[in-house]
């Protein structure tokens, strides 16, 4: 074996570990974060007290305050469960889809995937009752998430489809095309916005800015199953996005088939999506700077990459859920609100950054 090649293994070598820690520094600190989630709001919860309730809730005999136990099981537990698995879905869908399209500015957001899966889900809540009858909660449950899938779906396929010129992603057609697709769903919600009743329009106003507010037991488990389907499925994909990464003629010669690659990618990141918009209603930019802060630190290797960027978007939509919860109690900020703050400034980072690499 060559120098060279020795050389090359040990800063391979060095690099995976390196990455290891990383990960697992990440993961101290979303815990971290997720406990102090779990302690922030009206009714404080201190840290050990966190513990003696979940050591409580395990069957043990730890003394605990019960109003503490009853926030803590049935708002606050729920309710960052299901922001971390909002905000991990939302992420790694950012990441798979800029590996896929070879993009660094593909977003759910930003190329009309949120916005169709927020049509699709604000035409079950008001035009449901007309076409089905009034629906029982359970119903509605279940309707919503297939409901934005379909619409997710559907979004991701247009700007496929039209992005798509000989053969290749045009990334400039791509990128108006989803602000096209976000446009005219933001037209197709208004129209229904404009044909909703009081009732509706109150959950309408959930949907359009964002909020993990509503959360119980009932949305988060169904959240955290299809989020961490989806999440799973993605991180499986990570060779062949590397693979992609090299362009689809050299894809090709790896044994990755681009076109079943894609349509794949697409589908779970549309599940993931229209999962996370289920829940928690449109909420933007989490897509685009987890994986952008995580391949800044780790690089483009899309096997760190997927589940690193899941980490960090589980933990900032949590950190941001509980500033959205204590930064104007005892009234809440819209969590899209707050995206929109951290993600919007990032965003034109990233072009100034583009726009002078492109003039060097």
């Known amino acids: ?40 709001g009206a009714v404080a919860i201190p840290p050990l007290e966190i513990g003696a ?47 896929v399209f070879r993009n660094p500015l593909a977003d759910p957001g930003l190329i009309g995937v949120s916005s169709g899966a927020a049509l699709a889900a604000v035409a079950v809540i008001v035009l449901g009752p007309a076409l089905f009858g009034e629906l029982s909660p359970a119903i509605r449950a279940a309707a919503l998430p297939v409901a934005a899938f379909l619409g997710g779906l559907a979004a991701t396929a247009v700007v496929y489809v039209a992005a798509r010129s000989e053969g290749r992603l045009v990334v400039s057609t791509m990128l108006l095309t989803g602000v096209a697709t976000g446009a005219l769903a933001g037209a197709g919600i208004g129209w229904l916005t404009f044909l909703s009743d009081e009732q509706q329009l109150r959950m309408l106003a959930f949907w359009t800015l964002g909020s993990a507010g509503a959360a119980t037991w009932l949305t988060a488990l ?11 499925a993605l991180v499986r994909l990570g060779p062949a996005l590397n693979a992609m990464a090299l362009g689809e003629t050299e894809a090709r010669a790896l044994g990755v088939d681009p076109t ?12 993931a999506v229209a999962a996370a918009t289920a829940a928690c209603g449109v909420i933007g930019f989490v897509g685009l700077v987890a994986p952008h802060l995580v391949r800044l630190v780790l690089g483009p290797d899309h096997r760190v990459l997927l589940p690193a960027s899941a980490l960090l978007g589980g933990g900032l939509l949590v950190a941001a859920d509980t500033l959205a919860r204590v930064a104007v109690a005892p009234t809440e900020l819209p969590l899209g609100v707050v995206t929109a703050l951290i993600g919007g400034p990032f965003f034109f980072w990233l072009l100034l950054r583009d726009k002078r690499r492109s003039l060097t």
Request: charged share 15%; hydrophobic share 60%.
């Open 1 to 40: 074996m060559t120098s060279a090649a020795l050389e090359t293994g040990a800063l391979v070598a060095r690099h995976r570990r390196r990455a290891r820690r990383v990960v697992a520094g990440l993961a101290v600190a979303v815990l971290v974060v997720l406990v102090l989630a779990l302690g922030q």
């Open 53 to 99: 309730l979940l050591l409580r809730r395990l069957g043990l005999p730890v003394a605990a305050d019960p109003l503490a136990q009853a926030v803590f099981e049935q708002v606050r537990a729920p309710r960052v469960m299901l922001a971390f698995a909002a905000g991990a879905a939302l992420a790694v869908s950012g990441a798979a889809a800029q590996g």
């Open 222 to 232: 169904p959240t955290l199953a299809l989020t961490g389907l989806s999440v799973a």
């Open 260 to 271: 079943r690659l894609t349509r794949t990618t697409a589908a779970f990141a549309a599940l």
